[in-house]
């Protein structure tokens, strides 16, 4: 049966609605691809993703083929956002928006076959975001995350409970705003749509 990272690491990739809880994020290993700009209409940013999922479903299956062993399920996209100002955050004005997207990769393939599929992602689907691609490791450590159900505009409502039940909880804001999107908008309807959002945490 398949590797699935979510059912691996349940507590890390299911998250209740209701109210925030607090997890411990272990180092895990990403395909990782960075960028800047407005992902509702940069083009850089869909290239990005496209990039990102031709590399992770490239690596699946070749990784597959030399070990029927080393099977798994392509993870979720997730994404780190900030701005290098963080007063200048707004979600009416994401031109100045950094991210990082990313895809957990649960079997560490050779760097030689990542290099060889980005090349192959880069020239046969016309996506030279792919040789951007790297593969990094990233450890959050003690978070907190909750469930968002419903499009991703309407998001600061969940984010301003997240950082409230943090603060009372006696933590402070560490680290990047993480989201996980466990729907796919092309399929789903935005109000169905279900991401967690993750924010990692230190004492106060």
């Given at each position: 049966m398949p590797l699935d990272i979510k059912k691996q690491l349940k507590q890390l990739y299911s998250a209740p609605e209701q109210a925030p809880v607090i997890?411990?994020?272990?180092?895990?290993?990403?395909?990782?691809i960075d960028g800047a700009g407005d992902p509702?209409?940069?083009q850089a940013y869909q290239d990005a993703v496209s990039a990102l999922y031709g590399l992770a479903y490239g690596l699946k299956f070749a990784l597959k083929k030399?070990?029927?062993?080393?099977?798994?399920?392509?993870?979720?996209?997730?994404?780190?956002?900030w701005t290098e100002d963080v007063a200048a955050f707004s979600y009416d004005d994401r031109?100045?928006?950094r991210w990082c997207m990313m895809i957990c990769q649960p079997v560490a393939p050779p760097p030689e076959l990542l290099a060889a599929l980005a090349e192959d992602v880069a020239r046969k689907k016309g996506l030279p975001a792919a040789r951007q691609v790297r593969l990094a490791r990233l450890h959050e450590g003690l978070a907190a995350q909750i469930m968002h159900v419903g499009p991703y505009a309407?998001?600061?409502p969940t984010i301003a409970r997240l950082h409230e039940f943090i603060g009372a909880q006696?933590?402070?804001?560490?680290?990047?705003?993480h989201e996980i999107y466990l729907g796919d908008p092309s399929r789903t309807a935005p109000e169905k749509l279900r991401t967690i959002i993750r924010q990692p945490i230190a004492p106060a």
């Amino acid at each position: 049966m398949p590797l699935d990272i979510k059912k691996q690491l349940k507590q890390l990739y299911s998250a209740p609605e209701q109210a925030p809880v607090i997890v411990e994020v272990p180092e895990l290993e990403f395909l990782m691809i960075d960028g800047a700009g407005d992902p509702r209409s940069a083009q850089a940013y869909q290239d990005a993703v496209s990039a990102l999922y031709g590399l992770a479903y490239g690596l699946k299956f070749a990784l597959k083929k030399r070990d029927p062993a080393a099977d798994y399920a392509v993870a979720p996209l997730e994404g780190q956002w900030w701005t290098e100002d963080v007063a200048a955050f707004s979600y009416d004005d994401r031109s100045n928006w950094r991210w990082c997207m990313m895809i957990c990769q649960p079997v560490a393939p050779p760097p030689e076959l990542l290099a060889a599929l980005a090349e192959d992602v880069a020239r046969k689907k016309g996506l030279p975001a792919a040789r951007q691609v790297r593969l990094a490791r990233l450890h959050e450590g003690l978070a907190a995350q909750i469930m968002h159900v419903g499009p991703y505009a309407a998001e600061p409502p969940t984010i301003a409970r997240l950082h409230e039940f943090i603060g009372a909880q006696g933590y402070r804001l560490v680290g990047k705003h993480h989201e996980i999107y466990l729907g796919d908008p092309s399929r789903t309807a935005p109000e169905k749509l279900r991401t967690i959002i993750r924010q990692p945490i230190a004492p106060a």
